[in-house]
């Protein structure tokens, strides 16, 4: 049984990939605002957690940390001119500085494991522009860079960092955008593989690169985007 610490694990991805290691076997540490949405599980230990907030409290995590995944995040689409300089911040807050609080308190413990890994999350806007996604974009390109500068400062350490950059995916967060048939079918047709993507496809990724079958794998930015990033398909 390996110890598994998951932020925002209450829902979409996260909730996906609580689900699918309680399923393994492992012991889950979930940090997130509410456990509402989460099943009991004698393997399943939540603490709430805001990492909305400034210098979020973070506590409730084991001695000795595996596998670490954040999660939590924002879609906040709008023109660059309306933008405020407080989007940009709460972006940034929600996206990076969350994940740098709770890596850092768990440095220690992630050290003790030996072999442990860290999970990001970026998104395809980074690499590929898209309108309306300045604020979004900017925080997760944030996220980019700090993967690979911890997957070099951790290697000595046996600590790997890898992120996934996703397209849209059907989760809450993602729900105003996809809550009728007629959005739902013009994502779908935006993407060269004809559909967006699911929660537990990307938590599938998310847990292969937290287990030791990820264990040669570090640094890495990991587009699971339908193929939006990369291709082209013309009729």
């Known amino acids: 049984?390996?110890?598994y610490v998951i932020a925002g694990g209450s829902s979409g991805i996260g909730?996906?990939?609580t689900e699918q290691l309680l399923?393994?076997?492992?012991?889950?540490?979930?940090?997130?605002?509410?456990?509402?949405?989460?099943?009991?599980?004698p393997n399943l230990h939540f603490t709430e957690t805001d990492f909305g907030v400034p210098s979020p409290t973070i506590q409730g995590m084991p001695e000795e940390i595996h596998g670490l995944a954040y999660c939590p995040g924002s879609i906040q689409l709008m023109p660059f001119h309306r933008i405020k300089e407080d989007l940009f911040q709460s972006d940034y807050r929600i996206n990076v500085l969350g994940a740098v609080h709770l890596i850092q308190a768990a440095?220690?413990?992630?050290?003790?494991?030996?072999q442990s890994s860290i999970v990001l999350f970026s998104t395809v806007a980074v690499q590929t522009g898209m309108p309306f996604h300045a604020s979004i974009a900017t925080a997760k390109g944030a996220?980019?860079?700090l993967t690979r500068s911890l997957a070099a400062e951790f290697a000595s350490s046996g600590i790997r960092v890898n992120a996934i950059a996703p397209s849209l995916t059907q989760t809450p967060l993602a729900d105003r955008l996809l809550n009728t048939p007629e959005k739902l079918d013009a994502s779908n047709k935006r993407h060269p593989i004809g559909r967006v993507g699911q929660p537990d496809e990307v938590a599938a990724?998310?847990?292969l690169l937290l287990s030791e079958k990820g264990s040669w794998m570090t640094g890495q930015i990991l587009h699971l985007d339908g193929g939006m990033g990369q291709l082209r398909v013309f009729a």
């Open 205 to 207: 990724l998310a847990a």
């Open 143 to 145: 996220i980019e860079g």
């Open 15 to 17: 909730k996906a990939l």
């Open 107 to 114: 440095l220690p413990a992630l050290k003790k494991a030996g």
């Open 23 to 41: 399923a393994d076997g492992h012991s889950v540490y979930v940090l997130a605002r509410s456990s509402r949405t989460l099943e009991q599980h």
């Open 1 to 3: 049984m390996r110890n």
